[in-house]
């Protein structure tokens, strides 16, 4: 496939309500968008880094930057195969959200083409995926309570709260006392925490917690190993796995027992299909994560969720969740799941009018 330019455009867009974690609270989203412009169409992605380098190193900038100057100059100018831009791009290293962004340009274009859907294409195994959300850190219980009350009202499969050292137990045994033992409930720390702690992280069992993720450090792979070895709530990994080797890696010495995948953090649908493939072998329960991802990057995020081995509700929430207006027809919630998408790649792409007004900026760079 040739690729005559790629835009690289840049939107802000308000969350309908502050989202608080461990690392940072979140009032808006400011995307990069990548458009890859070939002679048969166009190829869309959304780039999930933030605005700042708090989850991870990355950030919206710095992925901007590092596309323009490196990983798009590196694309070969005859025409590329999507499956190609992996290895081309593996010579820089890092940047996985930049260069997930640009793979599924690519991709999205050449599956335009083709008439194929992302979800066919990735293996889907269904055609709708159960949906769960995660719930920031709030000023107080009752606040946290009237706002998982609501998302449990919307149909949620499962609820996550965020967690971090002074917002642990009391919100997990505020939301069980108030919700019953029958609610799907799980923890995210965000790496707010150390091995230290473990004996603190303990009190947790009592609540019946589905998993809890990301409890220490993101390179604290040795150390997860430890602490699972002291919980009975089931250890999840986020930002540690990086790559289907992390994967590989931290299943063999017992670091999680569930991974939650994000493509974007690994580098790509491709990748995150690798560690899919893994994490089955080995029976090991994955579900989707999310970045607060607009409709762009939510649509390829079901897909993947569809797969078989996505056996836990995923952080694919309906657009409202997020957003007052989304860029695509919104995701809407169905009896707890989501649709995966039919049409062509991405099956849904930018409404035109809604685009155009949440623009901050554009570049478009010559193949
Ligand atoms: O750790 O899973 C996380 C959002 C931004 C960065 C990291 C995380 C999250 C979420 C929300 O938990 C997931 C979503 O609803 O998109
Ligand atoms: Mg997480």
Same mark, same amino acid.
């Given at each position: 496939?040739?690729?005559?330019?790629?835009?690289?455009?840049?939107?802000?867009?308000?969350? =309908?309500?502050?989202?608080?974690?461990?690392?940072?609270?979140?009032?808006? =989203? %400011?995307?990069?968008?990548?458009?890859?412009?070939?002679? %048969?169409?166009?190829?869309?992605?959304?780039?999930?880094?933030?605005?700042?380098?708090?989850?991870?190193?990355?950030?919206?900038?710095?992925?901007?930057?590092?596309?323009?100057?490196?990983?798009?100059?590196?694309?070969?100018?005859?025409?590329?195969?999507?499956?190609?831009?992996? /290895?081309?791009?593996?010579?820089?290293?890092?940047?996985?959200?930049?260069?997930?962004?640009?793979?599924?340009?690519?991709?999205?274009?050449?599956?335009?083409?083709?008439?194929?859907?992302?979800?066919?294409?990735?293996?889907?195994?269904?055609?709708?995926?159960?949906?769960?959300?995660?719930?920031?850190?709030?000023?107080?219980?009752?606040?946290?309570?009237?706002?998982?009350?609501?998302?449990?009202?919307?149909?949620?499969?499962?609820?996550?709260?965020?967690?971090?050292?002074?917002?642990?137990?009391?919100?997990? =045994?505020?939301?069980?006392?108030?919700?019953?033992?029958?609610?799907?409930?799980?923890?995210?720390?965000?790496?707010?925490?150390? +091995?230290?702690?473990?004996?603190?992280?303990?009190?947790?069992?009592?609540?019946?917690?589905?998993?809890?993720?990301?409890?220490?450090?993101?390179?604290?792979?040795?150390?997860?190993?430890?602490?699972?070895?002291? +919980?009975?709530?089931?250890?999840?990994?986020?930002?540690?796995?990086?790559?289907?080797?992390?994967?590989?890696?931290?299943?063999?010495?017992?670091?999680?027992?569930?991974?939650?995948?994000?493509?974007? /953090?690994?580098?790509?649908?491709?990748?995150?299909? /690798?560690?899919?493939?893994?994490?089955?072998?080995?029976?090991?329960?994955?579900?989707?994560?999310?970045?607060?991802?607009?409709?762009?990057? /939510?649509?390829?995020?079901?897909?993947?969720?569809?797969?078989?081995?996505?056996?836990?509700?995923?952080?694919?929430?309906?657009?409202?969740?997020?957003?007052?207006?989304?860029?695509?027809?919104?995701?809407?919630?169905?009896?707890?799941?989501?649709?995966?998408?039919?049409?062509?790649? +991405?099956?849904?792409?930018?409404?035109?009018?809604?685009?155009?007004?949440?623009?901050?900026?554009?570049?478009?760079?010559?193949?």
């Amino acid at each position: 496939m040739k690729i005559s330019g790629i835009e690289l455009r840049r939107i802000r867009i308000p969350l =309908r309500a502050p989202f608080r974690t461990s690392f940072g609270t979140e009032t808006e =989203r %400011d995307v990069l968008l990548v458009r890859v412009a070939t002679a %048969d169409g166009e190829g869309w992605a959304e780039c999930a880094a933030m605005s700042e380098p708090r989850y991870c190193s990355e950030y919206v900038d710095a992925a901007q930057d590092v596309l323009r100057k490196f990983l798009i100059p590196a694309l070969p100018k005859d025409g590329i195969d999507a499956h190609t831009v992996g /290895r081309v791009l593996e010579p820089f290293t890092g940047h996985r959200m930049a260069k997930a962004a640009l793979e599924t340009a690519v991709l999205d274009a050449h599956l335009r083409t083709t008439g194929e859907s992302f979800g066919s294409y990735l293996g889907a195994a269904r055609d709708r995926v159960p949906c769960g959300v995660s719930v920031g850190i709030m000023d107080s219980v009752p606040e946290l309570l009237d706002a998982v009350d609501g998302f449990i009202a919307e149909g949620y499969a499962r609820i996550k709260l965020k967690i971090e050292p002074g917002w642990d137990l009391e919100p997990v =045994r505020a939301v069980r006392e108030r919700f019953g033992d029958d609610l799907v409930l799980q923890v995210d720390a965000n790496a707010a925490y150390t +091995l230290v702690d473990a004996q603190h992280l303990a009190k947790l069992d009592d609540f019946g917690l589905l998993l809890i993720e990301q409890p220490l450090a993101n390179d604290d792979i040795v150390q997860h190993a430890r602490l699972a070895e002291l +919980l009975r709530t089931p250890v999840c990994l986020d930002e540690s796995i990086e790559s289907a080797a992390d994967a590989a890696a931290a299943i063999s010495i017992g670091a999680c027992s569930v991974i939650n995948i994000k493509p974007a /953090r690994v580098g790509g649908y491709l990748e995150a299909r /690798r560690i899919h493939d893994i994490a089955r072998a080995h029976g090991i329960p994955v579900w989707c994560g999310g970045m607060l991802e607009t409709g762009i990057g /939510r649509a390829a995020n079901v897909a993947l969720a569809a797969l078989p081995g996505f056996t836990l509700p995923g952080d694919t929430s309906g657009s409202s969740r997020y957003f007052a207006t989304d860029i695509t027809p919104p995701f809407e919630l169905a009896d707890g799941h989501l649709d995966v998408p039919t049409g062509p790649g +991405l099956g849904v792409e930018p409404l035109p009018e809604v685009l155009e007004e949440v623009t901050t900026s554009t570049e478009w760079i010559t193949i």
